[in-house]
């Protein structure tokens, strides 16, 4: 029985984070594709009245904010757990969290990833150079604080991947397809190498943006 709908769009950072998150649980999903510039119109934005995807439906309740919903999965689908028990380390969790929707998302992927892969890919228009450029300085500032927690570590807060790993990921995944990713890691390797590590899960190999089209596609 499919519990969980996840209404989204493929491409959607945000949207694989929550998808990454049930296939890491062993949960069974429906995705619910929300249509191209349907989210800011009826039925969605009652689903979702800021008119963003992902919105998790589960038996009849309507969750949208994706740390919200990450946190209320690792809670209704305990096993395996992606909050690291210790005090200390859901913190670092959770501050990374942060990390990546007010600074990671707000003003560097909206707008090097939109400008670079959305447009372009969705809407087949050039992407804006001098908007990129002007999100390259605090792109810098988020990358080497990002590089910094991380450290020498395999993932932001401790051994095993927490939420924290599963909600950047995508955002970075997403900043990996531009030219501006190689000047973006160049001082901080560590985190190219926890990318790959990210990627090759078979949570991020069953939600990359061609296999939610699928998804999409045989809705
Ligand atoms: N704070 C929201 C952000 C969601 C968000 O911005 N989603 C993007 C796609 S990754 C979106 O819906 N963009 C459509 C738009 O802005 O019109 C969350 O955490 O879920």
């Not at 919903?69 to 209704?76: G, K, Q, T």
């Not at 959770?94 to 890919?121: A, E, K, S, T």
């Not at 990921?169 to 926890?194: H, K, V």
Request: proline share 9%; glycine share 8%.
């Amino acid at each position: 029985m499919t519990d969980f709908i996840v209404h989204s769009v493929a491409g959607s950072p945000y949207g694989r984070a929550v998808l990454a998150t049930l296939v890491e649980k062993g949960a069974s999903y429906r995705f619910a594709p929300v249509a191209p510039g349907g989210n800011r119109q009826e039925p969605h934005v009652s689903r979702h009245p800021f008119g963003r995807v992902p919105v998790l439906e589960h038996d009849g309740y309507m969750l949208y904010e994706t740390q919200a919903i990450l946190r209320y999965l690792d809670r209704v689908l305990p096993d395996p757990a992606l909050t690291p028990a210790d005090p200390k380390a859901a913190g670092r969790m959770d501050q990374v969290m942060n990390i990546c929707d007010w600074y990671l998302f707000q003003g560097v992927n909206n707008v090097i990833g939109f400008h670079r892969v959305v447009r372009p890919r969705l809407m087949g228009l050039a992407p804006d150079e001098a908007a990129i450029a002007e999100a390259m300085p605090k792109a810098h500032v988020v990358f080497n604080e990002l590089s910094r927690l991380l450290g020498g570590g395999s993932y932001f807060a401790g051994d095993k991947p927490t939420l924290a790993d599963i909600l950047v990921a995508p955002q970075l995944g997403f900043l990996a397809e531009t030219p501006e990713w190689a000047p973006l890691t160049e001082a901080s390797p560590n985190l190219a190498s926890w990318l790959h590590r990210m990627e090759a899960r078979p949570s991020f190999k069953a939600t990359t943006w061609e296999r939610v089209a699928e998804l999409a596609k045989a809705a």
